[in-house]
C-alpha cells in the first residue's frame, strides 16, 4: 500500500501503528536476514505445520560433508544443517541456497531441478491469475441495477461527482431513474486494485439496495469505501441546488451528503 510506485499517501497514513511496525520490521530486516518471513509472517508458521509432508526434500548425507558448514552460512532461514541428512524442518522453504553453494555437490534435491522449476513456476501464475478468475464467476457479476418502480426521493438524470480515496480521486457517474439510484459506474480511480475491487463490489451494491449514501463499507479498504460513499454523495447533491429536467448531467460538486 505505501510503495505503489507514483501513487504515495499522505505522510499521515505512515504516522500509524501499520507505518511504525513497518519501520520497525525494516530496521530489524537491515540485521536479520528474512527477519519477518522468520520470526513474525502468521502464513509461515501454517505452512509450518503442513510442510512435514512435503514433496520436495533436500538430502545431504553428512558423512560425505568432512565438517564443511557452508550450507549453514549461506541459509537465508538461519537453519542448522550440519547435522542432518534430510532438511526437512518446516522452516526450510525449499530456496535451494545450500544446494547451489555445497562445493562438493553433496547437497541435492528428491528430485530434478529442471522439473521442479516450471511446474513451481507454472503453479504459481496458475493460481495468481487463474484464481480471482474463477472467484469472480462464482461470484457473479457485482453491478446491481434497480428496477423499483415505487417512485423514489431523487430527480432523474445522470451525474458525476468526486471523492477522495487512499490514493487520490475517485469519479463516478450516477444514474436516477424513477427517483432512484439506477446505476453507478466508476469513470475514473488511483486505488490499488485489490482494495478498490473489495469496495466497489460491496459499497455500490449496498448504496444501490439501500437508496442511501451512507452504507457500510467494505472491511479492510476504509478509504476506497469512504471515497465512492463521498462521490456518489457529492454527485446527488447537484439535484438540491441545480434541479434539471430528466436526462440532464450535470458534474457534482464537493458539499454535503444529500
Partial sequence: MFTTIGKFPSLTYLVSVGGLLLLGIIIASAFVERFFCRYLCPLGAYLSIISSIRIFKVKKPRDNCKGCSLCTQKCPMGLSLGNRDQVDTGECINCNICVAHCPKKNAHT????????????????????????????????????????????????????????????????????????????????????????????????????????????????????NGIMEAVANALSVEFSNPTSEGGRHKGQNGKRP
Fill in 110 to 225: 528428491n528430485i530434478k531441478e529442471w522439473i521442479a522449476y516450471p511446474v513451481a513456476v507454472i503453479l504459481i501464475l496458475g493460481l495468481s491469475f487463474g484464481g480471482p478468475m474463477i472467484v469472480k464467476q462464482f461470484q457473479g457479476n457485482s453491478e446491481v441495477t434497480n428496477t423499483s418502480t415505487t417512485k423514489g426521493i431523487y430527480k432523474d438524470g445522470t451525474y458525476e461527482g468526486t471523492g477522495t480515496g487512499f490514493r487520490g480521486e475517485i469519479r463516478v457517474s450516477v444514474i436516477v431513474k424513477n427517483g432512484n439510484i439506477s446505476k453507478i459506474e466508476v469513470l475514473s480511480q488511483q486505488e490499488d486494485g485489490e482494495y478498490f475491487e473489495k469496495a466497489y463490489s460491496k459499497v455500490i451494491n449496498e448504496i444501490i439496495q439501500q437508496q442511501k449514501t451512507d452504507v457500510d463499507g467494505a472491511s479492510g479498504a476504509t478509504f476506497s469505501s
